[in-house]
């Protein structure tokens, strides 16, 4: 089997692009792994080798979109001045849900149908990004740029 290049994403990226666009669309309870398989033009046999539920294929989804803000929002606060820190998020969002509008369909789609879930996977995801929001609020109150009463 030929590994997959650039140009050609692995049959599991492919499954995960469309189970993405399937979740986005139907949900959870609406999506199937065969109408994933179809879309990707495999067997649902071969959607099992990679996800051996919906389920699982729906924690990667999610873990998939997740994994990009755990690195990406924390180098970008890092390492940004303090005023290019928002504009640097910003444009970051831009480009990750305008890269694929499922993306925040699939977001709006789990807050409506599934919100204790979706509570449960971003609060271990978004710990490390408030951590670091906290501290630059500390930093500016430290330095009379943010309310003292604002609770960081």
Do not use: C, N
């Not at 080798?49 to 990406?72: C, N, Q, T, Y």
């Not at 890092?78 to 509008?101: H, Q, Y």
């Not at 971003?122 to 604002?150: K, S």
Request: cysteine-free; glycine content about 6%.
């Amino acid at each position: 089997m030929a590994s997959a290049t650039a140009e050609t994403p692995s049959i599991r990226e492919q499954v995960l692009a469309a189970a993405t666009q399937s979740f986005a669309s139907r949900g959870f309870d609406g999506t199937t792994l065969q109408a994933v398989a179809d879309a990707v033009g495999v067997t649902k046999q071969a959607v099992l080798h990679h996800f051996p539920s919906k389920v699982e294929l729906h924690r990667a989804v999610l873990d998939g979109m997740l994994a990009h803000w755990r690195d990406a929002l924390p180098r970008l606060l890092k390492s940004a001045t303090s005023e290019d820190r928002l504009r640097g998020v910003i444009e970051e969002l831009d480009r990750f849900f305008v890269g694929d509008p499922s993306r925040a369909r699939l977001l709006v789609r789990e807050m409506l149908d599934r919100p204790a879930e979706l509570r449960d996977v971003m609060r271990d995801a978004v710990r490390p990004w408030v951590e670091l929001i906290a501290g630059y609020i500390r930093t500016g109150q430290e330095h009379g740029l943010h309310f003292a009463e604002l609770d960081p």
